[in-house]
T-cell receptor
Framework: DAKTTQPNSMESNEEEPVHLPCNHS???????IHWYRQLPSQGPEYVIH???SNVNNRMASLAIAEDRKSSTLILHRATLRDAAVYYC?????????????FGKGTRLSVIA | ETGVTQTPRHLVMGMTNKKSLKCEQH?????MYWYKQSAKKPLELMFV???????ENNSVPSRFSPECPNSSHLFLHLHTLQPEDSALYLC????????????????FGEGSRLTVL
């Protein structure tokens, strides 16, 4: 699976939008972009995923660049509960049942 | 509540002990995984089981021995561990078939925090 690059840490004020960037310049045409997050003392949880078009769900939005070499996870109104490590992961749709490979992610701090 | 339950949540053991970690999923999934998360390190994949068959062993030392008796249960047997094996051990499950359409979301348990003295 292709590699992703994320900032080590970011900080946001509560109730403000947060844009978490991810670079994946070597993405292939069959790679999906997945985001997971890990809250303190918990296992990771799925946030969102997409291929080419922007995606929205109840947790977040995913904005994908036109050339697909970067993407941004958007939390529309950060809450204290959103403080977590966010992982951007590429997953080849043709790679069968191989599991997710996690990088270091971005540690998001939310300030009240 | 993710539908994946791990026990025990905390375990302290000596280097000569034998213990086991248990994972149970109530989601009807057919793939299960063990990950290891050491302090300040990314999650490391250890083992993968698809339809009860081990399909991946990520160069894990033999002192870690997995067992998957059925699609709902996964064990990690531990013996003669080292202090550097102290970590959070996370179990996950997914619907393996869904990987073909790449919607195979992984569901994680809360982990078993292991301390080896």
């Amino acid at each position: 699976d292709a590699k992703t690059t994320q900032p080590n840490s970011m900080e946001s004020n509560e109730e403000e939008p947060v844009h978490l960037p991810c670079n994946h310049s070597t993405i292939s045409g069959t790679d999906y972009i997945h985001w997971y997050r890990q809250l303190p003392s918990q296992g990771p949880e799925y946030v969102i995923h997409g291929l080419t078009s922007n995606v929205n769900n109840r947790m977040a939005s995913l904005a994908i660049a036109e050339d697909r070499k970067s993407s941004t996870l958007i939390l529309h109104r950060a809450t204290l509960r959103d403080a977590a490590v966010y992982y951007c992961i590429l997953r080849d749709r043709n790679s069968g049942n191989t599991p997710l490979v996690f990088g270091k992610g971005t540690r998001l701090s939310v300030i009240a | 509540e993710t539908g994946v339950t791990q026990t025990p949540r905390h375990l302290v053991m000596g280097m000569t002990n034998k213990k086991s970690l248990k994972c149970e999923q109530h989601l009807g999934h057919n793939a299960m995984y063990w990950y290891k998360q050491s302090a300040k390190k990314p999650l490391e994949l250890m083992f993968v089981y698809n339809f009860k068959e081990q399909t991946e062993n990520n160069s894990v030392p033999s002192r870690f021995s997995p067992e998957c008796p059925n699609s709902s249960h996964l064990f990690l047997h531990l013996h003669t561990l080292q202090p550097e094996d102290s970590a959070l051990y996370l179990c996950a499950s997914s619907q393996a078939v869904a990987w073909r359409t790449n919607t195979g979301e992984l569901f994680f348990g809360e982990g078993s925090r292991l301390t080896v003295l």
